[in-house]
């Protein structure tokens, strides 16, 4: 079967989770409302993962949708996406990468998704404009690098990514080529039945190198589908960092974040940074922790790891730039460095912020 048709058979509806989790009438009727707004969708491998015995899973947090989404405070655009978007479908943040929403479409959603409020819409439209992205790419050297993301930049076709690999690998000021997906850890059978992808990869990885930026976020999902799909990508000459959401109920604790962090060195994948979940709508509610407490946690599971897996930073990706939390004087004074910066005179710039002990994110008017 081809990996579009299994996508399928995901679970997209209230009446089809419904055969796997109980629900009464009135909560049936209200999901069936949020998913107007938020869609849901999981794929049959990823929801085989779910212990459905259990009701805190925290697979099935990830993937499941829950009322606790109706509280929408947050913001939808944590980051100023839209202010840094140059041409439709590509933003210039930082001064050496270009990131391009390849598409908006997803093999299966999570529910902490900071782009939710783009879930579900098609891809055609940004390659209706690649011409102008690709420009824009040319035309700015300072550019070293290009990030195709989305949604899931391996959920389009092949030959929409052999496009994106053939036009960038053939610019000089460009250094490497990383793509962000999800796709190892959900549905792994995109990579696996697909020679002709995991092909590809290898051919341009001869002419650019090419990293795939992946997002495994509790140790169940290291399986060994996941695993293969991994191997795969690494027998062709692919570089697999990982990015990690530091997400209430499903790895805020030191051990369970240790164990994914020694799973992923096992298996190749290189920890790459852990991210603050962001207080976006429906999702601030449920998934955010305080960075005070946030950085305990890390720091206990980078104790238990050896010097690969101590290399990973726990950032927070703010409207200013990426700030890396990097100590803790006590509970209401942290430590904070910005890793990248929007404004190139703040890079570098270390400080310590006094906050709430509870404080989840940085205000705007907190810098």
């Not at 341009?204 to 799909?229: C, D, G």
């Not at 999702?283 to 980078?302: H, M």
């Not at 910005?338 to 002990?357: N, R």
């Amino acid at each position: 079967m081809l990996w579009q048709n299994e996508l399928h058979h995901n679970i997209t509806t209230i009446e089809e989770l419904s055969k796997y989790y109980h629900f009464t009438e009135d909560e049936k009727n209200k999901l069936n409302r949020l998913l107007e707004q938020f869609p849901m969708s999981i794929t049959r491998y990823y929801l085989s993962l779910i212990n459905k015995d259990d009701p805190h899973d925290p697979i099935a947090r990830i993937a499941v949708p829950s009322l606790q989404e109706f509280h929408l405070e947050g913001s939808f655009d944590t980051s100023g996406e839209k202010e840094n978007t140059k041409v439709v479908g590509l933003q210039h943040k930082y001064a050496q990468t270009a990131l391009i929403l390849s598409t908006n479409q997803c093999a299966s959603y999570c529910r902490h998704c900071f782009r939710r409020r783009l879930v579900g819409l098609s891809g055609d439209e940004i390659m209706k404009r690649f011409d102008a992205i690709e420009n824009y790419v040319a035309e700015h050297k300072e550019i070293n690098n290009i990030l195709i993301s989305g949604g899931d930049s391996l959920c389009q076709d092949n030959h929409m990514i052999k496009r994106y690999l053939d036009t960038f690998s053939k610019m000089e000021h460009l250094d490497f080529i990383r793509f962000g997906t999800r796709i190892p850890v959900v549905f792994p059978q995109r990579i696996i039945n697909d020679p002709e992808l995991v092909t590809m990869f290898r051919e341009y990885n001869n002419i650019k190198p090419i990293y795939i930026v992946t997002h495994f976020n509790h140790p169940r999902e290291i399986t060994k589908e996941s695993t293969l799909a991994v191997k795969l990508l690494r027998d062709a000459g692919i570089i697999v960092k990982n990015q990690t959401v530091l997400l209430k109920g499903v790895n805020d604790d030191a051990d369970t974040l240790a164990q994914l962090l020694q799973g992923l060195t096992r298996i190749g994948v290189v920890p790459y940074y852990i991210f603050q979940c962001r207080p976006v709508c429906g999702v601030k509610t449920q998934f955010q922790i305080p960075l005070a407490l946030g950085y305990d946690i890390v720091e206990k599971a980078k104790a238990q790891q050896n010097g690969q897996g101590k290399c990973l930073k726990y950032i927070m990706s703010h409207q200013s730039g990426k700030i890396e939390i990097t100590g803790k004087i006590d509970d209401t004074h942290l430590m904070m460095k910005y890793h990248q910066s929007k404004d190139p005179s703040q890079y570098g710039i270390t400080y310590i912020k006094e906050l709430p002990v509870d404080e989840t994110w940085l205000k705007e008017d907190h810098l």
